[in-house]
């Protein structure tokens, strides 16, 4: 079974500019996450999607983050615009409706550096 | 918001010997998630327990969950090269499957 996939895998860009990172999750797995990872933290979810509809943002900064997953399948997060803070790495989860309901399948994650 | 921590934070063993970290949380759980992430196969789920279940195994892993504590622990025996990676706990609550990650423990074995 192929994993989660990520692209681009590193990004650098300046502040102020806008960036994009995007996931392809598991063939069939229903639920999408977006987590943040701070050098040193834990990841942090930002979005979770079940299927094209959002099932919680709470904690996505929407002044400057933006996600979308329209077909329900793979999904874009997009930084604009881009401050110093948001330097981290970005990593996508999947997850199963049904089967093992608990356990989330993490991608390699795209590690954004902000200047 | 609940987060896992962990305790300790950085662990520094000789390959063979037994690696403990613990893990405590502040709110009800459905179920206490580990995960390792090293540098190159990213974070991967390592074993889950529910909040009915006081100890769970899987291979060289041994977990225990304490409710009324609200704490956690994870034992690798037995400890490889290979199990250098950070360690994180992740609970989740009831009604949704968000988790909410510890900082993580950073544990490094010796060959």
């Known amino acids: 079974e192929a994993g989660v996939a990520q692209s681009p895998r590193y990004k650098i860009i300046e502040k102020r500019q806008s960036v994009a990172f995007w996931c392809n999750p598991i063939?069939?797995?229903?639920?999408l996450y977006w987590y943040q990872q701070i050098l040193g933290q834990g990841p942090k979810l930002l979005i979770q999607?079940?299927?094209?509809?959002?099932?919680?943002d709470s904690q996505l900064p929407k002044d400057r983050f933006s996600a979308e997953r329209l077909k329900g399948v793979d999904s874009t997060l997009k930084i604009q615009p881009a401050k110093l803070e948001d330097s981290a790495v970005y990593l996508c989860?999947?997850?199963?409706?049904?089967?093992?309901?608990?356990?989330?399948?993490f991608g390699p994650g795209t590690r954004l550096t902000v200047t | 918001s609940q987060q896992g921590e962990e305790d300790p934070q950085a662990l520094s063993i000789q390959e063979g010997e037994n690696a403990t970290m613990n893990c405590s949380y502040k709110?009800?759980?459905?179920?206490l998630q580990w995960y390792r992430q090293n540098s190159g196969r990213g974070l991967v789920h390592l074993i889950l327990i529910r909040s009915n279940e006081r100890e769970k195994h899987s291979g060289r892993l041994r977990v225990t969950l304490d409710t009324s504590k609200k704490s956690s622990s994870l034992l690798i025996t037995a400890s490889r090269a290979a199990d250098t990676a950070s360690y994180f706990c992740a609970t989740a609550l009831y009604g949704n499957n968000r988790l909410a990650f510890g900082k993580g423990n950073q544990v490094v074995v010796i060959p």
């Open positions: 709110t009800s759980i459905n179920n």
């Open positions: 063939s069939g797995h229903a639920t």
């Open positions: 999607f079940q299927n094209n509809g959002v099932v919680d």
């Open positions: 989860a999947s997850r199963q409706t049904s089967g093992t309901p608990y356990e989330q399948y």
